[in-house]
């Protein structure tokens, strides 16, 4: 049953909405405002019913009060009114309906369950959101050097704009993470929030991605489809690796950030649409100007709030708090129960240079923990090199050892890891539920690593010709 509370001066008007919810929830009823705000900061409630008729603005600021403490509270409000004006504000305060009396029972019961429905929505928004690689607070976010706590004062402030913001740093710095945390703590944050990577959609898809197609546009185009501007009118749209972005696309980019219109590829039908920008490259845009490559007047329309995300070698205080978020995050989902590190490990996470940034600690992480058989992590499972270039730590016999080349250490984790699941994979007769219990790892995270990895056999059903399969 749902806990309400009613707030109302009339004891006729507060029978009402008493008859009408007894049977269904646990009511709590008062006529005093000091008595209702102590409800409100004592008890947890499901939804709130608040009439205006009294006091009128000491009741809209309470509307407000609650919302700001609690946005997924329900708050419905009632009154003799029917003022368009004041229905205007107590919405925009934050109420979830606005009802006038005199109420009936069936009025009252379908606003109290569209009202929760709403809520338990948004609380599975909020909860499915939080899956998601986004920090959605600024506190939340590992900032212990000075370089960092100054960068996030600065998107603290550029949040609150509207105007475009270049993220640039190198590759795993973490660029798309803080794009979402500006989106969310903006006052776009209630509208969408799309992410587009433009490196990774072939040049001829991209602008048909971007801006939508109309049926019949190009081979294959046999529907109308809406793009990523349309999706995210009203919010947020990030274009990670905008370097990428080809000429002709970047002219309509342009466009877009100057008069907020574009049309679909094959249409002629100019659509308008309210989008704040967030780019980010890991490349030097300048240098791309200078070669051609980019053009001049878009980068410094683009440009307007610079941010420049430094590297994990220069903010190690941030090092050995980040471990600890990626190993509790990874835990999670490969469910593992690890509490930490021993304190070589932690010294070799703190010496080491981390050239792949955030993404390269996460992979070693993530590896480390489906090797690591006690509650703590060790240092043989990391296998980083020793003091910033020194021999790589043995995950097994027969590691090799690193000659202090990024590319070639990356690798050769690739390469162990590999070796040690094909071993696993044999000893158990190619059967991956079981090579997942010998790894200590669920069958879905095996399952992750062999596609990642490219490991196959001739047994296993996706490797089976279609024409054998018949016969199996």
């Not at 998107?155 to 710095?173: H, M, N, P, Q, V």
């Not at 070698?313 to 593992?336: F, G, Y």
Request: with cysteine.
């Amino acid at each position: 049953m749902n806990m309400i509370l009613i707030y109302d001066s009339s004891p006729q008007t507060a029978a009402a909405t008493v008859a009408a919810l007894e049977e269904r929830s646990v009511l709590t009823c008062t006529l005093d405002t000091a008595e209702f705000q102590e409800q409100i900061n004592e008890r947890q409630y499901d939804l709130v019913f608040l009439d205006i008729d009294a006091v009128e603005e000491e009741s809209l600021g309470l509307v407000e009060k609650i919302h700001g403490r609690n946005p997924f509270l329900p708050i419905i409000i009632t009154s003799k009114s029917e003022r368009v004006d004041l229905i205007v504000k107590a919405i925009n305060a934050g109420a979830s309906d606005f009802l006038v009396h005199p109420l009936s029972k069936e009025r009252i019961n379908l606003s109290v369950d569209r009202a929760i429905e709403i809520r338990d929505q948004r609380n599975e928004i909020a909860y499915h959101r939080r899956q998601q690689d986004i920090v959605y607070d600024f506190n939340d976010v590992i900032a212990e050097s000075p370089q960092m706590k100054a960068i996030l004062k600065s998107l603290e402030r550029f949040a609150k704009t509207d105007s475009t913001i270049l993220i640039t740093g190198d590759t795993g710095t973490g660029k798309s993470f803080l794009s979402g945390t500006v989106h969310f703590n903006s006052p776009r944050r209630k509208k969408p929030f799309v992410k587009i990577n433009c490196a990774n959609i072939p040049v001829d898809l991209l602008e048909s991605e971007l801006f939508g197609h109309e049926k019949g546009a190009f081979t294959g185009a046999d529907k109308l489809r809406i793009g990523r501007f349309e999706q995210a009118t009203g919010g947020t749209i990030f274009l990670d690796e905008i370097g990428e972005m080809s000429m002709g696309l970047q002219t309509k980019l342009l466009r877009v950030l100057e008069e907020k219109s574009f049309e679909r590829v094959g249409g002629n039908r100019t659509i308008h649409a309210d989008v704040r920008i967030i780019a980010a490259t890991n490349k030097d845009l300048l240098q791309q100007v200078e070669k051609g490559l980019f053009r001049e007047d878009l980068y410094y329309r683009i440009n307007v709030l610079p941010v420049r995300l430094p590297p994990l070698n220069e903010r190690r205080q941030c090092l050995e708090p980040l471990a600890r978020v990626l190993l509790k995050k990874c835990c999670i989902s490969l469910r593992r129960y690890i509490q930490g590190f021993t304190d070589e490990a932690l010294a070799q996470i703190i010496a080491y240079d981390w050239p792949g940034n955030i993404r390269q600690m996460a992979n070693t992480i993530e590896r480390a923990v489906i090797l690591e058989d006690s509650g703590l992590i060790h240092a043989d499972n990391l296998a980083l090199p020793a003091a910033r270039g020194g021999a790589v730590s043995p995950s097994f016999p027969g590691a090799p050892v690193a000659d202090g080349n990024a590319a070639g250490m990356t690798n050769s984790l690739v390469s162990q890891e590999r070796d040690l699941i094909l071993k696993a994979l044999e000893e158990c007769l190619w059967v991956q539920k079981n090579a997942a219990a010998k790894l200590g790892i669920s069958p879905r995270a095996l399952n992750y690593k062999i596609n990642k990895l490219g490991i196959t056999h001739p047994h296993w059903r996706r490797n089976v010709a279609p024409d054998l399969r018949e016969h199996r």
